[in-house]
């Protein structure tokens, strides 16, 4: 044991040394037995139904533990779609002619995407990387975009991925010590409004929707603070979703709508943030 351990002395032994010393005994049939394995080092037993309340707390629990390590105390997130692709690239999840055409038009704001995502991160080194740090859902697309932005400035990025049916990997631009992998959506969530102090919201679908309301949602109700939640695309939004027509229905409450601005260029973006933080 060492005493100058940071979590303090103790005259009990860590469970790391255990693990090292469960590891050393004579490999007999006993030993080789699923029941003698230790109880937090038995992926079979961790992984039974019975064990899901254990495993959400360890999914809150790590990335929380990880960034606060970091020094991490604010964020910038952004959600957009994964099949936007860089300008000139390939629309790969395009499934007819009309969805390629507008895929590769709607490429410009994985540029945008990218240079709000430096901005952010210029502005996030003045607080040596403490604040404002940019974090995306770890993917392609506009979540690629943005830890590339960070990543052209040399700032740190934290991706958020989550385990999907299909092949999800982490795009190549977030900070290995902030990639963290999720099976639980309901902590992913979580953990990406928990330390933000701006939601940048870009084109996108099903998911990016989900994430988009759900934020609307927590501070409508008042269980979040108000913070920026900036649309990037004033045409798109227009059309993909009419708060107004809510209001007008009485459905939401006159000015609810106004919990969001839309703006087409990371600039614009940047000078609410500015605004809002009074941010010289």
């Known amino acids: 044991m060492n005493p100058e351990d940071k979590s303090g002395w103790t005259p009990l032994p860590h469970s790391d040394e255990d693990l090292e010393r469960a590891k050393a005994v004579p490999d007999t049939p006993q030993t080789r037995a699923p029941a003698y394995r230790l109880a937090w080092d038995d992926e079979e037993f961790m992984t039974r139904r019975e064990l899901r ?161 759900e934020t609307l949602t927590l501070i409508q109700t008042g269980r979040m603070e108000r913070v920026p939640v900036i649309l990037f695309g004033k045409e798109f939004w227009s059309k993909a979703v009419d708060l107004d027509y809510l209001a007008e229905q009485g459905t939401i409450s006159p000015g609810d709508q106004h919990l969001i601005d839309a703006v087409d260029t990371a600039d614009e973006a940047w000078d609410l943030i500015k605004t809002f933080y009074e941010i010289a």
Not at 109 to 132: D, N, V
């Open 53 to 213: 309340a254990v495993r959400l707390q360890l999914e809150l629990l790590k990335p929380e533990m990880m960034l606060a390590e970091r020094g991490i105390r604010s964020t910038v997130v952004l959600f957009g779609g994964a099949r936007i692709p860089e300008p000139g690239g390939e629309a790969w999840a395009a499934k007819n002619e009309t969805q390629r055409k507008n895929l590769e038009a709607n490429a410009r704001y994985y540029e945008e995407a990218r240079t709000f995502a430096r901005l952010c991160s210029q502005h996030s080194a003045k607080t040596y990387y403490r604040e404002f740090v940019v974090v995306t859902g770890g993917g392609p697309g506009v979540m690629e975009a943005g830890n590339r932005g960070a990543s052209d400035c040399g700032a740190p990025s934290i991706g958020l991925n989550i385990v999907l049916p299909h092949e999800q990997a982490p795009n190549l631009y977030v900070t290995p010590e902030l990639c963290f992998n999720f099976h639980y959506f309901a902590v992913r969530k979580m953990h990406f409004i928990m330390r933000a102090k701006a939601v940048a919201v870009f084109p996108g679908g099903f998911g990016t929707m989900d994430e988009f309301f």
